[in-house]
């Protein structure tokens, strides 16, 4: 089976005269028999019917011989539902309803005056009707019609309530706080039976407060829990890998072998113990949440797919068939790693699946584990941002080490920018895509500058082969060179710089220093001296030389010859005419840089990137390429992380990009040059840190995460290469750690459990030693090195 091809298929327009971004919806338009002459449109997929009325009325919903129950997922404006009867009160602009069968619709107005004159639309299912509306809406059924989340991709806050059984009010509290930081969707972590009994007196407060946000219990191991608080609460999460533990037993990463017959008897027993549980939903008209995790795939999915996005997909599918088996639709996916380029070709594979089972359910995104800080953000943007770019995900959830109510404002952002692609439609002229690999990372490696004979400096260096950063420095930082190599990171000996395992390769010097100059110029030599690239623009080259420089041209500067016999670095949009481009047949360049001004808005900056790496391959152009990104003056530090995840990461996910430069004027230099690095150690290129793996606080934590977190980062943050997990439990399995070198895991109140890998070494150690019990550990295992000293 060809995936790339059918994900290709149903992920991008191939017609008309541009390629745009393209929302995954229901697949038809089908225009109602109307009486009267009003009109009613509705769009109809496998489980959804998308309304839209001009007017008030009396909608009478119709199978073709019989009337049918219809449910409202999601209105904006009231209704009232009886039977096959739909009252409108007032206009709507959307009304998703849910249903099997396909109907149409006879309209009988009730106020004559407010009926339009005339209500003309091409295809308003797709350019009017909110394209992220209608694959969240026909599964989000908990919307009770308080929110119009026709108009917005849903937030999902917060996991996760520290649940107990006694102090219903600050529970209650927490969720109002999360809640009212904006969040559409609270998620809480129900462990047992006391749990979820206290599950409906929290939900009675709630409502008490007229806070009437859904609620969806995260359930592990336990069914008879879920079967409990399927009662009250309006949706269950539940994870195919250790739901049913006793049945389908959390990988101990064994090499266990399954005959068919044992395979399928186990599929038997997790069909009789799931069924009840979804004919619960069924009755309560509860959703669901089939949430596969990387690190608690079964030891029998793990036999026959590995640990792999492979074993995730078939993991949540062996769950969905059985809800379809039971004529159960009312479920969403989602596909969770720590490793954001894991989550990313998962929920791509699983969408893939989709379409050639011609299924269409929503997907909740998010990256788990991610951490806390920048760090959380970056790889939440990777993961997260990449899918919606592509107009995938209909809930997501940023997973941070933070307090829950602090997950909502970086969750906000990425949704703005997933919407702000959709609203504007962003995109670039048709192209196919025939390179790029969307199920695997395999990075295209550009060529690295070469010594060339007669050359005086040394342009190895320019770039570096994991990634390079690149960053802008200008004038007045060259007149205190000590703290200018310092911000670069280089080493200092004696006052002279030296290149370190973090340090910036390139700078871009947008203006050159007087020839006059000669203390700017000797701090500029002495980085050229340890082969750091210093590129400047042509005019400023041709006005005040500077030796050893690479010349940053343009498509339009490259064809005038004007930078011949210098070293060059060629800007480009990614847009341009392919004839345009064809002058990059002819050069040798040191680098391109893809440059799309932020001004562009109608201009997909990652699918314009595609389109050009699309053309260096039909033309075995090996150039590498950095991502330049400029944002505008005044843009927030958490907007920076974000977009550059977003933008940049969507591409160097799927191997496409050599580095990155970040400009941002008003932004700390510092604080540009850890972000570009984060965000190449995020898309796992070049690691120049310790790497974490630290889940949020959860009902099952059994430590202060953010304390003992905060505390193991002091201590370790200078072993780079070196990866450690930070869990608060172990319920997701060692698997979740599966990039980890060491992992520190609570075992039971006040003890912790230390693992080498997936292999627990040392258990139930006192919370007080188990920091200095983890360091102990990295150097026995070789891994230690002391912190350096401070200059």
């Known amino acids: 089976m060809d995936w790339n091809r059918h994900f290709r298929q149903n992920c991008h327009e191939k017609n008309g005269a541009r390629t745009r971004f393209r929302r995954r919806v229901c697949q038809a338009l089908t225009v109602s028999d109307v009486e009267g002459g009003r009109t009613v449109e509705i769009g109809h997929g496998r489980r959804i019917c998308w309304l839209r009325a001009a007017f008030s009325g009396v909608l009478i919903i119709r199978e073709q011989f019989s009337l049918v129950e219809v449910g409202v997922a999601s209105a904006p404006g009231k209704v009232l539902i009886t039977g096959g009867y739909l009252i409108l009160e007032r206009p709507n602009a959307g009304i998703v309803l849910s249903t099997n069968a396909r109907f149409y619709a006879i309209v009988k107005p009730i106020h004559q005056d407010i009926i339009p004159d005339s209500w003309e639309s091409s295809n308003p299912f797709v350019e009017q009707a909110v394209q992220y509306a209608v694959a969240a809406a026909h599964a989000l059924f908990i919307d009770k019609g308080k ?75 336990a069914p008879s829990v879920a079967l409990r608080v399927a009662e009250c609460f309006d949706k269950i999460r539940v994870n195919p890998g250790i739901l049913l533990l006793a049945a389908d037993r959390r990988a101990q990463f064994e090499k266990l072998e399954y005959t068919d017959e044992d395979y399928q008897k186990e599929l ?31 030891d029998r999915i793990m036999s026959y797919y590995g640990d792999s996005p492979r074993g995730m997909v078939e993991s949540a599918f062996e769950f969905a068939r059985i809800c379809r088996k039971l004529d159960y639709h009312n479920f969403v996916f989602s596909m969770k790693a720590s490793n954001p380029v894991v989550m990313v070709q998962a929920c791509r594979l699983l969408l893939a699946e989709m379409y050639v089972e011609g299924w269409d359910y929503p997907l909740h995104l998010g990256v788990t584990e991610a951490g806390e800080g920048e760090d959380g953000r970056m790889k939440s943007a990777i993961g997260i941002g990449t899918l919606l770019q592509d107009g995938l995900g209909d809930t997501i959830r940023v997973s941070l080490t933070e307090p829950p109510e602090e997950e909502i404002d970086p969750c906000r952002r990425l949704a703005n920018l997933g919407m702000k692609a959709s609203e504007l439609q962003q995109g670039v002229e048709p192209f196919e895509e025939k390179h790029r690999h969307y199920f695997d990372f395999q990075r295209r490696t550009g060529q690295l500058p070469m010594q060339k004979e007669g050359e005086e400096v040394d342009y190895r260096g320019v770039l570096h082969r994991d990634g390079s950063v690149l960053m802008s420095v200008y004038l007045d930082q060259l007149k205190m060179p000590e703290l200018l190599y310092k911000s670069l990171a280089a080493k200092l000996v004696v006052g002279m710089p030296f290149k370190d395992l973090a340090t910036v390769d390139s700078i871009l010097l947008t203006e050159l220093p007087p020839v006059e100059d000669s203390d700017s110029r000797l701090a500029l030599k002495r980085l050229v001296d340890i082969s750091m690239g210093v590129l400047t623009p042509l005019s400023e080259q041709l006005m005040k030389p500077l030796p050893n420089a690479v010349v940053l041209v343009n498509l339009k500067e490259l064809s005038t010859g004007a930078h011949k016999l210098l070293p060059e670095a060629v800007s480009v949009r990614g847009d341009e005419p392919y004839k345009e481009l064809d002058i990059l047949k002819d050069v040798d360049a040191t680098m391109l840089l893809h440059n799309l001004p932020f001004t562009e808005d109608k201009i997909s900056r990652v699918h314009a990137a595609r389109r050009l790496f699309e053309y260096l391959a039909d033309n075995a152009l090996n150039f590498p390429v950095i991502h330049h990104i400029q944002f505008p003056k005044g843009t927030h530090r958490d907007d920076l992380v974000i977009g550059a995840g977003t933008n940049a990461g969507a591409l160097l996910v799927d191997g496409l990009g050599d580095g990155v430069l970040l400009e941002a004027p008003d932004q700390d230099f510092d604080f540009l040059r850890n972000t570009s690095f984060n965000l190449l150690q995020g898309c796992r290129m070049r690691n120049t840190k310790t790497e974490y793996v630290s889940c949020p606080s959860c009902g099952r934590t059994l430590f202060d995460l953010q304390e003992i977190s905060a505390q193991i980062r002091e201590k370790t943050l200078h072993l780079p290469g070196v990866s450690i997990a930070i869990m608060g439990c172990i319920v997701n399995g060692p698997g979740e750690m599966a990039d980890a070198d060491f992992g520190y895991v609570g075992g039971a109140p006040g003890k912790i459990d230390l693992y080498v890998g997936k292999t627990v070494v040392k258990r139930g150690i006192d919370m ?18 002391d912190p350096p000293a401070e200059e």
């Not at 996991?159 to 706080?177: A, E, H, K, P, W």
């Not at 069924?275 to 079964?298: D, F, W």
Request: aromatic fraction near 8%; charged fraction near 25%; proline fraction near 2%.
């Open 147 to 221: 929110k119009d989340m026709l108009h917005k991709l849903l937030l999902q806050g917060l996991d996760i309530t520290i649940l107990g059984c006694n102090d219903f009010y600050s529970y209650r509290n927490q969720v109002m706080r999360i809640a009212d930081k904006g969040a559409d969707i609270v998620r809480i972590t129900v462990q047992g039976k006391k749990e979820a009994d206290a599950c409906f007196e929290i939900k009675n407060t709630l409502v008490q407060k007229n806070y009437n946000i859904p609620l969806v219990a995260d359930i592990h191991f």
């Open 768 to 785: 007080e030693c188990a920091t200095d019990a983890l360091i102990q550990l990295i150097k026995d295992h070789g891994r230690w090195v």
């Open 268 to 298: 038997e027993h997790i069909e009789q113990v799931f069924t009840p549980l979804v004919e619960k939903c069924k009755k309560y008209g509860r959703a669901m949440r089939i949430g596969t995790n990387h690190g608690s795939l079964s």
